[in-house]
């Protein structure tokens, strides 16, 4: 079974930072890119960023671009989201997502719960 | 980039069928993907690739593509079908998701 479990979620001040962690398990980590979506309080989807299989090549949103890194490490199954920089239009829950892609992403197939990052002083 | 429009919100009875539709406003032929996203969940994969459906994904469900116009349609809607649905598209390096319809059934 598919199964993606995102951490590292909670409350942080404007302007500091967090990281957020997603393990993975019931597939082939290593030939998926993996993705971070994002949903503010009562609003639509956010794609935040991708990364290829390998790590070799990253993707960012533009209202995170310079803010948010995107990493992996393909022997532990994880991808990680570090958030620097943040501000109350960051709260949201984050989403980790896998997607199927070749050249690029292209869509996500599977999608784990969701951590809550609220951005508030 | 550009946007994905969908309708904020669309009402069908028990057994109709519901159409949900995503326009993106770019030049250049775009390949749709569409999401099912229950309250306090995350979202589910429902088609991919303009048409097609994962496994698993009833055939109620059935989705086509004209001329940058993506039409989600379910068909004999069932109480269980109410949720927010998502269009989602590529764009050269970029994800683009349209605003989400919620669909309810009276």
């Known amino acids: 079974e598919v199964q993606l479990e995102e951490s590292g979620g909670g409350v942080v001040q404007p302007g500091g930072s967090l990281r957020l962690s997603c393990t993975v398990s019931?597939?082939?980590?290593?030939?998926?890119?993996m993705s971070w979506v994002r949903q503010a309080p009562g609003k639509g989807l956010e794609w935040v960023a991708n990364?290829?299989?390998?790590?070799?090549?990253?993707y960012y949103g533009p209202s995170v671009k310079g803010r948010f890194t995107i990493s992996r490490d393909n022997a532990k199954s994880s991808v990680f989201l570090q958030m620097s920089n943040l501000r109350p239009e960051d709260t949201a829950v984050y989403y980790c997502?896998?997607?199927?892609?070749?050249?690029?992403?292209?869509?996500?197939?599977?999608w784990g719960q969701g951590a809550l990052v609220t951005v508030s002083s | 980039s550009y946007v994905l429009t969908q309708p904020p919100s669309v009402s069908v009875a028990p057994g109709e069928t519901a159409m949900i539709t995503c326009r993106a406003d770019?030049?250049?032929?775009?390949?749709f993907h569409w999401y099912q996203q229950k309250p306090g969940l995350a979202p589910v994969l429902l088609v991919f690739?303009?048409?097609a459906r994962p496994s698993g994904i009833p055939d109620r469900f059935s989705a086509s593509n004209s001329v940058n116009t993506a039409t989600l349609t379910i068909n004999r809607v069932e109480a269980g079908d109410e949720a927010d649905y998502h269009c989602?598209?590529?764009?050269?390096?970029?994800?683009?998701f349209g605003g989400g319809t919620k669909l309810t059934v009276l």
């Open positions: 690739d303009d048409s």
């Open positions: 997502a896998r997607a199927p892609g070749g050249s690029y992403p292209y869509y996500f197939d599977s």
């Open positions: 770019s030049p250049e032929s775009q390949t």
């Open positions: 989602q598209v590529w764009d050269s390096t970029e994800g683009l």
């Open positions: 019931g597939f082939s980590f290593s030939v998926y890119w």
């Open positions: 990364i290829k299989r390998d790590g070799s090549e990253e």
